[in-house]
T-cell receptor, first 113, second 112 residues
Framework: SQTIHQWPATLVQPVGSPLSLECTVEGTSNPNLYWYRQAAGRGLQLLFYSVGIGQISSEVPQNLSASRPQDRQFILSSKKLLLSDSGFYLC????????????FGSGTQLSVL | GENVEQHPSTLSVQEGDSAVIKCTYS??????FPWYKQELGKGPQLIIDIRSNVGEKKDQRIAVTLNKTAKHFSLHITETQPEDSAVYFCAAPDQAGTALIFGKGTTLSVSS
């Protein structure tokens, strides 16, 4: 069966520090991979998605970047965090017909202070 | 692009009552409509979905109805229980069909 791993679960970082969040998927090949952000009390905002190694689509201009160095690995990064980068970050994957059905990881709660 | 509106933002019901959450979408070409449940501190989990070739789908106490003409779909939870308390999200595919666009969520509270 497929599983998705996302870490760390919580992270507290000072303003201006770098960020690296990692997500890996097991039990499937060539998945679509996604990064969503959820601000406190708000909906899910799509940040990036990838349909293959090295292929990244950005949905929102921001202080963040994403990379997919391997088929089942997706990384979210920032060189210098801003206060507004605080939020709950979720990795997700999809496969199959239409690839619409998303399965989410357990999320990373990022607090930028 | 696709735009998904969800109402209400909060919903409080008594245990045993029914709960209904509604969503509208803008892209008439959309053909897949999932609902996700998110418990505190966790990632959203898919609870039910419907494709545009059917008008209703049911799974035990939850059901989803779709009105393609009016471009809206609804989640119905019957005989609510305290463990149904969570944030519920509806979604629809973006124009390219490669990602889901989510509504802003409904916080459902079921009191016993």
């Amino acid at each position: 069966s497929q599983t998705i791993h996302q870490w760390p679960a919580t992270l507290v970082q000072p303003v201006g520090s770098p960020l690296s969040l990692e997500c890996t998927v097991e039990g499937t090949s060539n998945p679509n991979l996604y990064w969503y952000r959820q601000a406190a009390g708000r909906g899910l905002q799509l940040l990036f998605y990838s349909v293959g190694i090295g292929q990244i689509s950005s949905e929102v201009p921001q202080n963040l970047s994403a990379s997919r160095p391997q088929d089942r690995q997706f990384i979210l990064s920032s060189k210098k965090l801003l206060l507004s980068d605080s939020g709950f970050y979720l990795c997700a994957w999809s496969v199959g017909q239409g690839r619409e059905k998303l399965f989410f990881g357990s999320g990373t709660q990022l607090s930028v202070l | 692009g696709e735009n998904v509106e969800q109402h209400p933002s909060t919903l409080s019901v008594q245990e045993g009552d029914s709960a209904v959450i509604k969503c509208t979408y803008s892209d008439s070409a959309s053909n897949y409509f999932p609902w996700y449940k998110q418990e505190l501190g966790k990632g959203p989990q898919l609870i039910i979905d419907i494709r545009s070739n059917v008008g209703e789908k049911k799974d035990q106490r939850i059901a989803v109805t779709l009105n393609k003409t009016a471009k809206h779909f609804s989640l119905h939870i019957t005989e609510t229980q305290p463990e149904d308390s969570a944030v519920y999200f509806c979604a629809a595919p973006d124009q390219a069909g490669t990602a889901l666009i989510f509504g802003k969520g409904t916080t459902l509270s079921v009191s016993s």
